[in-house]
């Protein structure tokens, strides 16, 4: 039986690299994929952290990644050895009634099942269920680093903005400028907002947000008052759309807060305690929120996207390292070292 080289969280709640049996083909949907290049995600730390109650321990970890496919079943949707692929976070069959309707994350057949409660990307090999859903193609222009963040954090940020039915002009205001913030923001420019305000506690991160044009303004809320400002910025009113992707302690709050009347809230953040909605006091204020999980159906176009240089992804890569440094990579990531958005694992090296 030939072996491989995977990160596991195990029953103790612990992570180990380790040696795993290199994924079969199980189904006729089925494809492995040689992985190239993955990275690890604030959703990896939720399951660390015991916040996802349907992971399984056990499992290996990872659902962000691309790769090159190994093998590939008779239904894989045309897919066949030596292609290029970049991954979907979310396993979806493509006929359910909700896959029907494009509410892939919750198809009745998978959801988020990579990294959660089937073996995922943080290895040298991986198995996708229903791979013609699962993996888009590569197109020849889009580097392995901007294809990483297709199926889930380009995505994540695409929803967000999606949610929002932002029109033209409107000022849009983002909570988070982590990796899913950053990319709101650019995809909030993409439907048309005129203002984008970036809020944020990490300096570091605003400082990115700004350098790299997606926010004409950024917001430190610890150092100034957040709804005050927005509503400096808008005659009063309040924000246009605000998509929340930090999942902070307070922010869900301060969401709601600098809205305007009747705008939209657009929930992609992760939390990991419940939230408190206290509608007495935002009472009048005709609010409409909308929450994620991500329905990545968008892959194939975000590709399009980053190959016509309308969106960018690559300069979330801060920290790079290979499949044996993994552990590191964890800790630094979810310390924040040295300013880490994001730590991209390149494969296991001899």
Aim: glycine share 12%; hydrophobic share 45%; proline share 5%.
């Amino acid at each position: 039986m030939k072996t491989m080289k995977a990160l596991v969280w195990r029953e103790d709640g612990s992570l180990a690299l380790t040696d795993r049996p290199v994924p079969r083909l199980f189904a006729p949907e089925d494809a492995v994929v040689k992985v190239t290049l993955s990275t690890i995600c604030t959703s990896d730390l939720h399951i660390v952290h015991g916040a996802v109650p349907r992971a399984k321990p056990g499992i290996v970890l990872g659902h962000e990644f691309v790769g090159i496919v190994a093998a590939a079943g008779e239904a894989a949707g045309g897919l066949k050895p030596g292609d290029r692929v970049a991954a979907n976070c979310i396993t979806f069959c493509g006929d359910c009634w909700f896959c029907r309707q494009g509410f892939i994350n919750n198809c009745e057949k998978g959801g988020w099942e990579l990294g959660c409660r089937i073996d995922g990307c943080q290895a040298e090999y991986v198995r996708v269920p229903f791979a013609k859903q699962g993996l888009t193609k590569i197109p020849d222009t889009v580097s392995d680093e901007d294809a990483l963040f297709v199926g889930d954090i380009l995505s994540s940020g695409y929803f967000g903005a999606q949610l929002c039915a932002i029109t033209p002009g409107d000022t849009v205001a983002v909570i988070g400028a982590g990796p899913v913030g950053l990319c709101a923001m650019q995809c909030a420019r993409l439907f048309g907002a005129g203002q984008v305000i970036a809020l944020d506690m990490d300096e570091s991160r605003l400082a990115v947000a700004k350098k790299e044009g997606f926010a004409q303004v950024i917001c430190n809320p610890q150092k100034e008052n957040a709804e005050d400002l927005v509503r400096s910025l808008t005659g009063g009113r309040g924000a246009d759309g605000v998509i929340e992707a930090a999942g902070g302690t307070n922010t869900f709050e301060l969401a709601w807060r600098i809205a305007r009347p009747n705008a939209v809230v657009a929930l992609v953040a992760m939390y990991e305690k419940e939230q408190r909605l206290p509608l007495p006091r935002m009472y009048g204020k005709n609010l409409i929120f909308k929450t994620g999980g991500v329905d990545a159906v968008h892959c194939a176009r975000l590709l399009d996207l980053l190959a016509a240089g309308r969106l960018r992804t690559g300069f979330l890569i801060t920290h790079k390292g290979p499949l044996n440094e993994i552990l590191e990579g964890y800790r630094v990531f979810e310390a924040r070292e040295e300013g880490c958005l994001k730590w991209a694992v390149t494969p296991y090296e001899l």
